[in-house]
């Protein structure tokens, strides 16, 4: 304590010639009233004596007489984030000007703005030029309150009506509502893939044609998955067809027709053992047969060292031979018996 004594007195002594300098006349609650009345613009809610007790570009107003005043921005300045433990004076900055705070830029391009570095708009809006200030950004359909909120990706811009964002008469929304075209149907002449986009999975090349691994519908309205493989869904027979070989859409699955195969990519004739073939594949109607059976001089057959396989008769065979020699052993037994 006694230590604590010396040092009071010390900052006492600092301070008495700044303190007998200034008016203590009015009690805190008239200061309050004074200061409260002051409705001066830019003014922030910190008191000082001199200018030098306020921060940058601001200088100490309606300290008069010696009195307590407020620190107010400079002329050019604004004041910003304004409590009463800080405030700031800044200039206020247009859009692409140097910034240091977001609040530099609301002031011209509204609550949306951003400082990061310049003044710009937040991400998801943009910039009307028309008032120059920034806009929430709806897809066309979505909901809007001007045409400002109608920007489409390429900078130009929609109109808003019945409070929805719409293209202009003539055009059509792209299926990703991002821009406006002239809509191009399926083998209309086009120059860019947007004016084919209101079919799904097609492109422009010239026309307006499918995309690969897609092909056009029986209609000609709409592009189709093509199937790679048999037994994949499918709506059309052309689905089939295109990848896999004579293929059709049977139930609603990608097969061969009657008396046909599947044989890696196509459909081939089925062709018995036995019976004339053109090809090893109408004879291998199955993959268990694969590496048995082949078209030998135009006849479907089992390669010679798979002739005891069950498709080539040989358990068959060995049944016959059996039920032969049954048979002769039977007969050779009666007649022994007889004489």
Known sequence: MV???PILMGVALLFWPMLMTYSFDETEAELEERLGKITESLVSRQR???DNDCRENSFCYDNDH????????QAGYEL?????TYYTCKTLSKWGEDCELTEQCIDNLGSL????????CQPQTSRFPFDGRCHEINLLEDFCRSDANCVLEDGSYAFCADGQCQCNIGLRPTLDRKHCVIARALGENCTDDYQCSFTANSVCRDVCRCSIDYVISRNNTACLKAATYFNETCEEHV???EFLRDSVCSNNYCGCQDGYHSYENKCVRTVNVGSSCG?????IFSQD???ILDCLEGVCQCLPEKRNEPVCGGASHLQTMVSVFLIVFQIFCCVRFIF
């Open 113 to 120: 703005a951003l400082c990061d570095g310049t003044c710009q």
């Open 279 to 283: 090809d090893k594949d109408e004879c």
């Open 66 to 73: 010696n009195r307590v005043g407020l620190c107010k921005c």
């Open 3 to 5: 230590q604590i004594v």
């Open 289 to 291: 047969y694969a590496g």
């Open 48 to 50: 000082c004596f001199t």
């Open 80 to 84: 910003l984030l304004r409590n009463r």
């Open 239 to 241: 689905q089939c067809s």
